[in-house]
């Protein structure tokens, strides 16, 4: 029989047909698509006609058209689905894969034609889409090492292999900090703690096999207890484990893995001719340097470092209220802060969430594209990879944009969080190919015959994933490589976090935020007091945040420290940092910039985003309305549908007339007027 995902797919809008795959096809599939995209290859470099961008850039891009789709199929099911079998294969896939990747950016030959193309791009009349696909992929084999030779060519992959194992290791130790840990409760201890936060100390202590409850250092646990435990001796216990994992001597000790960590980093950065590594990283980032990405925060760091400072002071005042002498210790400020919340703006969460019901909220994400894009939401009934999903078919004056795909509700075999991803991506090279896209979350699934009620946090989830979406469906572009959410890391945040904006406008609210049961509209106050409360805390969260990106770009923008904690105190000197807030995450348990490549000296780009989504939304408050058609047009024609296709600060110039500025940002955290 032949292999389903080999032979050609006939199912409704081009989908995998999931029906007739079995696990077992994909090792077999994804050996073929190898085989097939290093047959391509060879066909490239063995040609005897001079490099073209037809034959040469083209056909690199249609090289893995097969291992896309098969991948597409597999990555949908790995991730929201992740049988043993499933996570069995993506350990044997991801060093094919990776595999397979150098061997194309190490291959000689194929980068020879590249090189050719680049040298004379002036004489190919290239498009402009044309000319940046050639720049990118030109620059990610040079990025690899291509124009390395002999010595520098080997040490560089050494390098990056010891990274790699060093990266692992470095996660490895904070699992197993995370695991070994936990402090166990008496059962007066758990007196203050809300019912779900003894629930989670019990059941905690039961999956430890401890007869009472325990705290871990699971941060959904941890979290709350500090928020709520009036036991300060308590407190202090758990912050300081919490604080310490990573850093505890023996084995799992990862202080020295991070500085080995670092001088690689910086010798990698060398060879390939970089003056470090963060100038290496933020190439391709929209900040594009150093000091773009230090002026940024520093511009946020001076008023929330203000704005946590007055905080400070109120907190110690209630901490001295309760009779205890000496500073608030950061221990305390949680504690503090969440009593001083529910004092200044109590929200029950019990009540809000009758008024917050997903099917609602899907009305009201696909309502907000239709008013902005003139977007259609029809429901179909397409063959998908599990029962709980749904699929709507997106069209414009009648015209097939997408099919999009919302798979919303937890199970055990789904990874955790949220994430958008294509199936299959916008691209006309091989004829008009239009999207399937999916969204995936998290959302606790309701009994039978009950309607499925979202947190405040999870509806924004909900928006943010459409957002990425919109940017994967309104994609029209020539070249997969730069469709959709191809784009540079501190600049695809930007339509998910801006879309986030529309669930805050008060008039959908209005309108989706209806009662389960009683289908009344959300009460004018509770929605008021919603939408106060968000700027609550932004001083602390801002800072804590802020200091780690502050810290993992000073660790690259110089030469390796010889001692990185050194390193780290002098950085938050230097900043002044308040003394009861700590970083998010110091470094021995910094995964984000440790564990991998992804995140380092790019931690930053939360914020970056941010700055745009803030500003971004600001030009529809500047036009008079949240839905004004001009500015949706401008966002759609500069941002939307061009994917990758030219540099991000070309993009957004021609969106907002300008670079975006911090002033919405502040405004919207709340900090601007607490600048000094
Ligand atoms: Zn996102």
Redesign the pocket.
């Known amino acids: 029989m032949t292999n389903p995902l080999l032979a050609p797919w006939t199912t409704p809008f081009g989908l995998p047909p999931f029906a007739r795959i079995a696990d077992d096809d994909y090792a077999p599939a994804v050996d073929q698509a190898l085989a097939d995209a290093r047959a391509a290859i060879k066909t490239i470099t063995d040609t005897a006609d001079a490099p073209s961008f037809a034959n040469t850039i083209e056909a690199l891009e249609m090289s893995d058209a097969l291992l896309g789709h098969v991948l597409g199929a597999f990555y949908s099911v790995s991730g929201a689905d992740a049988t043993l079998a499933r996570e069995a294969l993506m350990r044997e896939f991801s060093p094919k894969l990776a595999a397979f990747g150098s061997e194309v950016t190490m291959n000689a030959a194929l980068f020879a034609r590249i090189e050719t193309l680049w040298q004379n791009r002036d004489s190919l009349d290239l498009t402009d889409e044309q000319a940046r696909v050639l720049l990118l992929t030109r620059r990610s084999f040079v990025r690899s090492g291509a124009l390395l030779e002999g010595a520098d060519r080997d040490r560089l992959a050494a390098v990056q292999q010891r990274l790699a194992t060093l990266g692992t290791q470095f996660t490895q130790n904070l699992l197993a900090d995370e695991r070994d840990w936990f402090m166990a409760l008496a059962e007066a201890d758990l007196d203050g703690l809300p019912d779900f936060v003894r629930a989670g100390a019990r059941a905690a202590g039961a999956e430890r096999g401890q007869s009472g409850p325990v705290i871990t250092l699971s941060r959904s646990l941890i979290v709350p207890f500090l928020q709520f435990s009036p036991r300060r001796d308590l407190r202090r216990k758990a912050f300081e484990a919490w604080v310490a994992r990573g850093a505890n001597g023996g084995d799992t000790d990862n202080r020295a893995i991070a500085t080995e960590i670092l001088a690689l980093r910086a010798e990698r950065a060398t060879l390939l001719g970089y003056d470090s590594f963060a100038a290496y990283k933020l190439e391709t980032e929209m900040a594009e340097t150093p000091e773009a990405v230090r002026d940024l925060l520093m511009a946020v760091w001076t008023p929330a470092r203000a704005m946590a400072e007055a905080d400070a002071q109120v907190l110690t005042g209630m901490l001295h209220g309760d009779g205890i002498n000496g500073d608030l210790e950061p221990w305390d400020w949680r504690y503090y802060a969440e009593k001083r919340r529910k004092a200044e703006h109590d929200l029950d969460e019990a009540e809000l969430k009758p008024y917050l019901q997903l099917d609602r909220m899907i009305d009201a994400a696909f309502a907000c594209a239709t008013r902005l894009f003139g977007l259609s939401f029809a429901p179909v009934d397409a063959p998908l990879y599990h029962a709980d999903c749904r699929a709507w078919e997106v069209s414009r004056d009648g015209r097939h944009i997408a099919l999009f795909v919302g798979d919303y509700f937890a199970r055990p075999t789904k990874r955790s969080g949220?994430?958008?991803s294509a199936m299959r991506s916008q691209q006309k090279l091989e004829g008009d190919i239009r999207p399937i896209v999916v969204n995936v979350c998290n959302f606790a699934k309701p009994e039978a015959g009950q309607p499925a009620l979202l947190s405040y946090d999870d509806a924004r989830t909900l928006f943010?994933?459409f957002?990425?979406a919109l940017h994967q469906m309104l994609s029209d572009v020539t070249y997969q490589s730069i469709s959709g959410t191809s784009v540079a890391r501190d600049f695809?945040?930007l339509p998910?976090?801006l879309y986030e904006h529309w669930l805050e406008v008060p008039d959908v609210l209005e309108e989706f935020a209806t009662h389960a049961e009683t289908g009344a509209p959300m009460p004018r106050d509770m929605l008021d007091r919603l939408l106060a409360a968000k700027n609550f805390g932004q001083g602390f969260a801002t800072v804590e945040y802020v200091a780690s990106a502050l810290v993992d770009l000073g660790f690259h923008e110089t030469a390796a420290p010889d001692d990185i904690m050194a390193r780290q105190t002098e950085i938050l000197d230097g900043l002044g940092m308040p003394r009861a807030i700590t970083m998010r995450h110091a470094t021995p348990h910094f995964a984000h910039v440790f564990a991998g490549d992804g995140y380092s000296s790019g931690y930053y780009s939360y914020m970056w985003s941010e700055v745009m989504d803030a500003d971004a939304f600001a030009a529809f408050d500047e036009a008079g309305d949240a839905f004004d058609p001009d500015t949706a047009r401008a966002l759609e024609a500069n941002i939307l549908s061009v994917g990758g296709s030219e540099d991000p600060k070309a993009l957004y110039t021609r969106f907002r007339g300008r670079l975006p500025g911090v002033e919405a940002l502040l405004k919207g955290r709340g900090l601007a007027t607490v600048e000094g």
């Open positions: 949220a994430w958008c943010h994933e957002g990425h695809v945040e998910s976090q």
